[in-house]
């Protein structure tokens, strides 16, 4: 091969590596910016998820204030908490408690009033299996806890009968059990360290 051709390779060859890499940086480009967008949209609608779940959880509240939370170890462990606020008197705590179900981590919301009553909890994330687990996250067992004061929580298999059993969902006791102990666990973080209004 003569040398004319020898350059006239090269340059087609740096010429398409030239077009491979402004194609693959342009594509790179296009995509960051995409997944930033979708981020922000994607933390947008888990804020307002978790501001309707606080105005659900504590009706009664017309703000809510940030509340520093001690970090805790464990598979259930409050991981936030508001104080929820009627003009300047105190109604009562949101928490926002991880504890870990059937099909991977479940995130939720615990009201609790001044005397430690639940007030209500919804469930903000969760994996559990459909039409099982994830029923979980509709009223017919979060409804359960609305109002409980017999503390701790346990859950039963068929219908609950004393004041402290929360019926289980039929074929996910994992998750029925997983909910009940974020419960018990808000109340539990409540009772040691938010009861009267003074974070200890």
Same mark, same amino acid.
């Given at each position: ?7 006239? =390779?090269?340059?087609?060859? %740096?010429? /398409?590596?030239?077009?491979?890499f402004l194609v693959?940086?342009?594509?790179? %480009? ?64 949101? %928490?926002?408690? =991880? ?7 479940? !995130?939720?919301?615990?009201? /609790? ?5 639940? !007030? ?28 409980r004061t017999a503390?701790? /929580? ?12 929360? !019926?289980?969902? !039929? ?7 997983a909910v009940t ?17 003074? =974070?200890?």
């Amino acid at each position: 091969m003569n040398a004319a051709a020898e350059e006239t =390779s090269l340059h087609k060859a %740096l010429r /398409l590596g030239g077009t491979l890499f402004l194609v693959t940086a342009v594509t790179g %480009l296009v995509l960051g910016g995409v997944e930033r967008g979708t981020r922000t949209a994607i933390l947008k609608a888990r804020m307002a998820d978790q501001a309707d779940a606080l105005r659900n959880v504590m009706p009664d509240a017309e703000t809510f204030k940030a509340v520093d939370v001690a970090p805790e170890d464990g598979t259930v462990v409050v991981t936030g908490a508001q104080e929820a606020l009627k003009g300047d008197a105190r109604v009562g705590y949101c %928490l926002t408690v =991880s504890t870990k179900g059937y099909g991977g981590p479940i !995130s939720m919301v615990v009201g /609790l009033k001044e005397d430690g009553s639940v !007030s209500a909890i919804r469930i903000l994330t969760h994996a559990e299996t459909p039409g099982l687990g994830a029923r979980s996250a509709e009223p017919a067992f979060y409804r359960q806890f609305d109002g409980r004061t017999a503390l701790p /929580l346990k859950v039963v298999k068929g219908a609950a009968g004393a004041g402290d059993e929360i !019926s289980a969902i !039929s074929g996910a006791t994992i998750t029925s059990t997983a909910v009940t102990a974020g419960v018990n666990a808000a109340e539990d973080y409540w009772s040691r360290n938010l009861k009267g209004g003074e =974070s200890r």
